[in-house]
Structures are given as C-alpha cells and as structure tokens.
C-alpha cells in the first residue's frame, strides 16, 4: 500500500510537469485560430482588412455569393475554359513568377465559391490584394476581363464542377494545389514536377541530363523566390513541424496564421483539404502506419514480461516478511 | 607465476583465471540490499537499463548519420525514418530514452534528497550521482545539435554564447571572452566545425565518460550500501549473517540477486510499459516539432527553448540582467553538488520526520517543476514575474538549508 501511495505521488508530480510543459505551454506559446470550416465567404479577410479596403473586401464577397446563386450552364462553360487552358495547359512555362498549374481535378480539390472569387479576382481570392496597387497585375489578374459576365463565371466554374471533378490521389493533389511554390524533397517533387530518370555517363562518371533538370529547377526557384519575396519552403517534413490544425487553417487562410505573408490562399474544399494533408503525411511521417501495426504487439510483450516478472519477485518477496 | 590445477569444470576454470565466483558474491548474492525499500530504489537499475537502450539504439542511428551540415538533417529525417528498415522504431526509441532519462534521474536525485542519501559515508555516492548528471546534460545537449534543425541550431548559438562570459563592464572586462565562444564553436557561428566536434562529443567522449562514472558511482555504493526507508543504520554483517543462517524474516537485509533483482525486474517492467507507450503513440514532446524545420541562419524561431529537462536552470538565467543572470545560472548548476555539505543535520532521516527540512524539500520540489514551466512559456508579463520569483525563491531555499538543518534536533 505505502509503494503505491509513492507511486501516485511520483505519477501525480510527473503529470503535472508534463501538462505544464506541453499541452499548457504550447497552448500559450500558439495563438489559436479558428478554421472557418472551409467556407470561403470572405470573413476573415473582412475583418482583417485595413479601413480603406474593409468595402471593397465586402462588397466583393457578397458579388461572389449573388454568382453562387445562379445556375452554371456546362455546356457554355467548356468554351471559357478553352480560354483558362490559353494559361493553364500542359508544359506551359513560368509567368509571372510560378508555372500555372494543371486544371484537371480543379473541380474536384477547390471550393465552388473559391473558384468563383478566383476567376472574378485572383487576388481578392487569396487575400494577397495587398501586394498589388491594381489586381490585374496579379500573374492570373487578366481573367477577370476575359468572363465579364456573373453567368460566364458561373458557367465555366459548373463547367469545371462537372467534368474536372475526378478521382484525386493525394500526390496528384499536391502537384496541382501546392507544387508551383513548394518542393516536396522525400516525395522526390520539384517546382518542376518529378524528376526525370537520368542515367550518369560511366566513362566520365557525370549526369549530363540530370544536370541540366536541375538547373531548370534552380532558375524556376530563382522565378518563383522572385514573385515570393523569398524560396517558399521545402514541404517534405512540414507534418512534423506543424500541428495538423496549424497546416489546415494556414491553407484555408495564410494571413489569419503569418499576418502579412506573401503566401495566398489555396481555396481547397473538404476532399482537396483531405488529400493534401494525406500527402503531406506520408512523405513527413511515413512510419504512421507501422507504428500502429507494431505498437500493440511491443506493448503486449511488456505486459506478458511484467506479469512474469511479478511472479518471479512474488516468490522471492513472499516469505521475507 | 601462480600454480593452476586442473580445472574440472568451465566455472572452476574461469573462477582460477577471473575469480568469478568472489566477483559473484561481491556484486550479487553478498552484495547486501536493506529489505525495508521501495520501488524508487529501483531508479538506479532503471536508469542503467535506459542508458543501455541509448547506446543500442544511437549505435543502430548512427549507422546511418552523416555529421555534414548539408546533409544531417535528411540523413536523419528522410533516411533513417524512411529509408532504412525500423530506423523510425530507432530513432524514437532514441528519443524517447534521452527525455525520460532525465525524468528518471530527477526521481532518483530527489529520491535521494527526501532519504537524506547523500550523508553518512554517502557523500562520494552523491558526488560521482552529480557528475553523472552534468555529463548526461552534455550528452544530450550535443545530440541535439546533430539532426541539425532550427532548434539545434538555436539552441546550440545561444547556449554557446553564455561562454562568452560576463559582459565587458563587469570586473573590468576580465570575464569576458568572446574568443572562448569561437573556440568552442570552430567558428564565428555554428558551422560544419560546430556540427563535427559536437558529434564527436555526442557519439565517442561523453558516451565513454559516462560509462567511467556509472562504475565509479556504483563503485560508491559498495561500502556504504543503499539507504533505506528509515535511514535505519544497519549492521550488514550481522544481518547478513543471520540472511546466510536461513533466518530470511529476522534478517533485515536481502541478497541484490537474486532478491532485490527480481524486484528491480517487475519496475523495469512497468517502466517499460510506459516507455513503449511513448514511443509509438506520444512521442513529439521529445521529439520537438520546430527542429523539423532544418537549420536556417537567417531565420530566428519564434520561441527558443531548450527541452524539458534543462528550463528550470534556463528560467533561472533569464528573468536577470545579463551578469546576474550569468551567475544565477553558475549556481544553479553548481549547488546541487553541494548539498551534502551543506545539509548541516547529522540525521539520515525521510524528510517526512525532519520538520523543517520537510517544508523545505517540498518546496524547492514545486519551486522546480515552476520554474520547468516558466522557462517554456514566453518571457512576458505575468510570467516573467513568476519566473523572477521562483528564482528568488530557489536562492533563498539553498540560503537557508544550511540553517534549517542546524537548528533541526538530533534523533
Ligand atoms: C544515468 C545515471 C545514473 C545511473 C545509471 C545511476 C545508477 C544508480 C544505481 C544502480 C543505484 C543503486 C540503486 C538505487 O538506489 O536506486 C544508485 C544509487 C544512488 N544514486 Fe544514482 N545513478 C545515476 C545518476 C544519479 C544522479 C544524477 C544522482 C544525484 C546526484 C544519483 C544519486 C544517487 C544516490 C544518492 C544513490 C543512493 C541511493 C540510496 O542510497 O538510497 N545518481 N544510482
């Protein structure tokens, strides 16, 4: 009895540190923000705006809601995108500091409202307006003269809704939603895509057409640093280094995480959020799986071993007292 | 030369050649363990048993690291954890050794504290316990530095730069010593020098330092013997005579093998329960997230901190100017050693029948694990001033020890 009224004494004590230096801690050290469970209504940026943009903001958001409501007509749509696919198409190089990037899941990784803002004001869209005095000078600004028409924006975006909707992987998410800016090492991502296989020269030992990939990825990074303000980082092992919670609502909202960072917001819906972070997991912490699957097995190992061990020291202990 | 019979038996064998039998009763069934103890004598072999773990599981890491500052942070992060099979399983094992080692080693040292351990012929068991701690303390410092992330990199320029002395005004600049900086650094900043010689610390001289000062501190132990619950003075020949008599209930002494063994077996056990648990399920409270960012010179945290085990004694430098605090933190890293000393009470005693010294015990227990708080909170408002005066506290509690147990009676 005495033995385990120390025990609780050391377990209570030991407790007590571990809550203050973590969950405590950490909960002081981090401000909380609240996800705005992946509606894009503009709120955030609302109420962030300085006084001279809070209108504008407002007056936006509430043009992108009245599009929202109309009803998109595929059909005409698919002429619009042709004009999308004039930026967005297959090997198209940098403009404007990233390479477009590929449309094909489009529909099925962003929020409709998302795509509606994007396509009205890129800049708007993401809350990075403040880096422009004029939003058409964003790489992508010029779209919004090309679908004057609340019902051109809304018919390319069911357009896109309807036929660019399909089965996602999570790699393929994340070439799409986040590759143009970040690299992805351990998932073998460049700027540029996945690298291609090169074989060195054996006489002389060098990989003449590995090289030169790499050094159009250096100059991408130079384009890309440019545009940014500085290289966005590596994303390999970002799980590790971030809370899942953290990454969610940085994604949803950059500025409502790092106020005033060049990076904008990716409009990501439910599915497009899902198989990013999927990605994000499984090139930062792979083992996730195997733990689970060994955790169980080490764990019952050591009980087997203490109940065995308490047997033993029960029949040397039995007869001391 | 020495006269060998012939051996009739690989035991006998060894026995003429090593004395192993005499080598068996010195350190195993004559080695006598008090009967009236608990788990947390148990701490030791715990403590033994995590420091073999660290060995076997940094061997396998290191395997696979590359002490460059280009390349350590994927060698460990992208290598280890994906490449190579279980390095992951490795490298929390690892991990989680290194934090609950210091854990164990505060339950030890405070084990000791509350049982007044460190008198009586104890001192030396204190003593080489103290020296092993600092050396566990610079274990994991340098191992910090060789994943090579933003923490590493953080922690190991602030922590460098307290050699830099007291500040060029005090004592007329005597102290000052930016030049001890860049030596121990190899560099103006942390660099490839940096990463190379603290790898060498990490993986070669503390590693075979420590195992020096574990013989040494067990070495300590043999002629004192452990203390017990009471602090009972024992006379372990007479009760080990009554123990080989047959007479197990009267003697007050038990063998450490196989009995006290047996008992050490069942807590290692439970400990290890506990520790696996961590390992695969809660392991990122000693794994830091920030030190997944790699190493970046340009670009400070946000919140530098060093792990658990070191805030109380970098809350007690920070709330200070400069100097003050240089010297606050000289203390708390020193006085500890010298605790037998200046417990100026001949009891050996629990704390719980000490008076005084009880209170005392207590407090600078809380006094501690609050200072261990405020070192990772941000030094701002209200926790600065709880900070100041959990330090302030501290020096008046190590103040007044001596006092305390001067006036305390004599049992
Ligand atoms: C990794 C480091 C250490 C190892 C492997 C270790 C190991 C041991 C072992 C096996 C024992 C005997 C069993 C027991 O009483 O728990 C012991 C006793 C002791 N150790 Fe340590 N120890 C370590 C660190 C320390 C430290 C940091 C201190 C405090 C400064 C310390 C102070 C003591 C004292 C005072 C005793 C005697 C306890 C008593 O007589 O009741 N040790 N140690």
Redesign the interface.
Known sequence: M??LK??AV?AI??G???Y???P??HG??HKHVDSNGLVYDGKADIAEASKDKKEAKTKFWAEVAEIAKLKGDVAAGEGGYAMCMGCHMDGIPNMGGVVPPSLEHAGAIYDKNYLIALVKDPAMASNVDHKYADTMMHPMGSVGSMFPTPQSIADVVAYLQAKKAGDVTPKVAYEEACMRCHAN??GKLTHLGTAPVTKSNIMTGYDVEGMKFKQKVAEEQALVAAYMGKLP?DL???Y????HHFLETLIENPQGQLAGTAMPRVGLNQNGMDKVMKYLQET?D??KP???A??PW??GF??I??IL??L??Q???R??? | MAHFKKANSLNEWMDQRLGVNTLKKVMQSEYWIP?DI???WAMGMVLAATFGILVVSGIFLLMYYIPDTKLAF?SV??IT??EVGYG??WRHVHGIGASLVF?IIY?HMFTGIYYGSYKRGRELIWLSGMLLFVLFSAEAFSGYMLPWGQMSYWAGMVITNLFEGFSPDFAGGALNSPALVEWIRGDYVPDQAFLGRFFMLHVFLMPLMIIGVIVLHFGTLRLPHVNNQEGADIDFDEAAALWKAGN??ESKV?PFS??FL??D??V???Y??LF??L???NF??A?D??N??PADGLKTP??IYPE?YF?WSYEILRPFSKDLGLLAFIFAQGIFFALPFLDRSPNVAPAGRRGLFNIWFWIL?IDC?IL??MG???PEGI?NVIGFWAAITFFALWIALPIITMLEKKK
Do not use: C
């Open positions: 005495r033995e120390i025990f050391v004590f030991s007590i540190l571990y203050g230096v973590e405590f801690a002081q050290m090492r351990y980082p390999s092992i970002i590790r280094a971030r809370s930062g792979p083992s195997k733990r689970e060994l955790g080490v764990i050591f009980v071993f203490t061990a308490y033993w020291k029949a040397h202990w007869d001391l007292h | 009967k608990n788990f947390l994927d992060n992208y954890m994906t992951w399983l854990l339950i197990k209930k038990i196989p009995v047996s008992k077996v069942f290692l056990g439970v290890f329960i696996f648990y390992v695969f399920y990122s409270f794994m997230p920030v997944f960012d946000a919140h658990w805030l227990l694990i261990t708080f990772k909170l941000p926790w």
